[in-house]
T-cell receptor, first 115, second 113 residues
């Protein structure tokens, strides 16, 4: 079936470096994507989102890039800090009609920031 | 700011027992979503409610049922529990708006022995 998935299950970076987490999706009808951060024992926390009519969106220290041609999106974290260590999920929000905005999550990437 | 509240935070049950998980959405949020996250897995959508009506259904076993009440809180009822039901169960809520962010609760960790 159609799904959202991540290329790399783990990523280890040095504090201060930039991090890039990738995600591939297969549903060509997808038009809204969200990146979530999940720390151990906690619920997913919204980081940034992007709609399909955009190819780039920036937040504080984070940038999401969307390439609809190859169905790929990435999350870039600038100057990665130890507090950024967590599992990162991309999620696809499909408008299935009415108020149905269920999220389809991809496989998470564990980001470890070394001091 | 008020967040999504889930109770209990931890629950231990025996096989074939029943469990009830509760979710209290953020005030003025009228949509609730339930997700199941197995160990090392990504969250999987179970079911959602909008204005007390079921709005979408995912991979929810027939042994599970859920509802949303007049105060918008939701309960997930799980019967005939199996070992494989051990997981984190998250509730998320959103306001009635196009593409509104879903805010997640801290989750309920269910362990079935």
């Amino acid at each position: 079936g159609e799904s959202v998935g991540l290329h790399l299950p783990t990523l280890s970076v040095q504090e201060g470096d930039n991090s890039i987490i990738n995600c591939a999706y297969s549903n060509s009808a997808s038009d809204y994507f969200i990146w979530y951060k999940q720390e151990s024992g906690k619920g997913p926390q919204f980081i940034i989102d992007i709609r399909s009519n955009m190819d780039k969106r920036q937040g504080q220290r984070v940038t999401v890039l969307l390439n609809k041609t190859v169905k790929h999106l990435s999350l870039q974290i600038a100057a990665t800090q130890p507090g950024d260590s967590a599992v990162y999920f991309c999620a696809e929000n499909i408008d299935s009609g009415g108020s149905n905005y269920k999220l389809t999550f991809g496989k998470g990437t564990l980001l470890t920031v070394n001091p | 700011a008020a967040g999504v509240i889930q109770s209990p935070r931890h629950l231990i049950k025996e096989k074939r027992e029943t469990a009830t998980l509760k979710c209290y959405p953020i005030p003025r949020h009228d949509t609730v979503y339930w997700y199941q996250q197995g160990p090392g897995q990504d969250p999987q959508f179970l079911i959602s409610f909008y204005e007390k009506m079921q709005s979408d259904k995912g991979s929810i076993p027939d042994r599970f049922s859920a509802q949303q009440f007049s105060d918008y809180h939701s309960e997930l009822n799980m019967s005939s529990l199996e070992l494989g039901d051990s997981a984190l169960y998250f509730c998320a809520s959103s306001a009635r708006d196009w593409r509104t962010e879903q805010f997640f609760g801290p989750g309920t960790r269910l362990t079935v022995l």
